[in-house]
């Protein structure tokens, strides 16, 4: 049996729902895209002093030799995160990628199995690195995924060919069987549901996205007020956005597909409920929302509450109101904001009530400013 069916096997055994085998040379269309709009990704180049992750400079992924001078193959392997429910309460609210785990510091069966297939490689003597290279491309090369105008990768065969999966790339310096590549969009030519769908624009055209638009870029990698603009269209979302795959058309029937409900998720849906997260310690913000949800640093708990506010504003009902009135005494100007912002935008007497009685003892001007906006239609 060949090393390249010996590792695909592998892969499989694992629980990885598809594998493939991708050439290494440079992806000059990866290059090409980033040095035609720059100003869209420069945001990441010092992403580590307001988020739980490294700096983010695209251009390093152009070429995988990089990151190891010797590499000869990808081998990509495709991981589903849709293959339980979730829990209702946080539909709208939080990304499923996300609530599933992917790649959060919890320790769960996703990480353990990127271990295993990395050590499974190592031990044949195969010099490895995970992650370094375009996942959606480098899926598309090694034939396990093709495109749609959302951006997203789609599954060829696995998760009834669904875009609810992710491609994660390993470079290696052994010279292995190429597969096939898949570089198309298989949407129909007329459809734009999902740029429909996006309610910032941030999907301006097929295969086209501004990432500093994007709902789940605002939700956390925003660092101080989401523009007042933003915040009606962001609905519920407190952590990513799933709006343009729960519009495509290639995604409805695995959505509607039974699956068993993910229990785990089941037990923890209450520690991120929107009131929750609104008044939330610092304690069960490290223990119970930090550990699965990262991207936001510890000590910026009140992007979160920022986040919740908005949501809350949105969702409109009046038993959150206590909750919000008790934000117009956070100790954060930018939670005090953002819920005042949410009041306004519920109205009624009791939200009125509360801004007026803030305003006269706000001492941030820009706290000051936020009431006295969200007065002018409460």
């Known amino acids: 049996m060949s090393l390249t069916r010996i590792i695909k096997e592998k892969a499989l055994e694992l629980g990885f729902v598809a594998v493939g085998v991708a050439t290494a040379e440079p992806f000059t269309l990866y290059a090409e895209e980033i040095a035609g709009r720059p100003e869209m990704y420069a945001w990441g180049k010092t ?57 959060c510091p919890e320790d769960n069966f996703h990480s353990q199995r990127r271990r295993e297939l990395k050590k499974f490689l190592q031990e044949r003597g195969i010099k490895t690195i995970y992650g370094p290279a375009p996942a959606r491309l480098s899926g598309a090369r090694a034939g396990v995924t093709d495109y749609g105008k959302n951006c997203f ?95 495509c058309p290639r995604n409805q029937k695995w959505m509607e597909k039974d699956k068993p409900m993910n229990s785990k998720l089941l037990e923890r849906a209450s520690d991120f409920s929107l009131t929750r997260l609104l008044t939330m310690s610092q304690d069960h913000y490290e223990k119970k929302v930090w550990p699965l949800l990262y991207y936001i640093r ?12 908005v949501a809350l504003g949105n969702q409109g009902d009046p038993r959150a109101i206590p909750a919000l009135v008790s934000a117009l005494e956070d100790p954060e100007p930018l939670v005090r904001a953002h819920a005042a912002w949410a009041l306004g935008k519920m109205g009624g007497k009791q939200a009125r009530g509360a801004l007026e009685k803030r305003r006269q003892l706000e001492e941030d001007e820009g706290v000051r400013k936020e009431i006295e906006d969200s007065l002018n239609y409460a």
């Open 153 to 247: 990768a789609f599954a060829k065969e696995a998760a009834g060919r669904s875009s609810w999966i992710v491609n994660e790339p390993f470079l290696v310096d052994r010279e292995l069987e190429p597969d096939s590549p898949s570089l198309r969009v298989e949407c129909p030519e007329d459809c734009r549901k999902c740029m429909e769908a996006c309610p910032t624009g941030a999907l301006y055209a097929p295969l086209k996205m501004d990432p500093r638009k994007c709902i789940a870029y605002q939700t956390y990698f925003s660092p101080g007020e989401i523009p007042r603009e933003v915040r009606s269209k962001m609905g519920t979302w407190v952590y990513g956005c799933d709006l343009c795959q729960e519009a």
């Open 298 to 309: 510890k000590e910026n708990r009140k992007l979160w509450q920022r986040n919740a506010a």
């Open 47 to 103: 992403l580590s002093q307001r988020a739980s992750v490294r700096d983010l400079d695209v251009t390093w992924f152009v070429d995988p030799a990089r990151f190891i001078p010797g590499v000869r193959s990808l081998v990509v392997v495709t991981d589903s995160y849709f293959e339980e429910d979730f829990p209702p309460s946080l539909a709208g609210k939080i990304g499923r990628c996300y609530l599933k785990g992917l790649f």
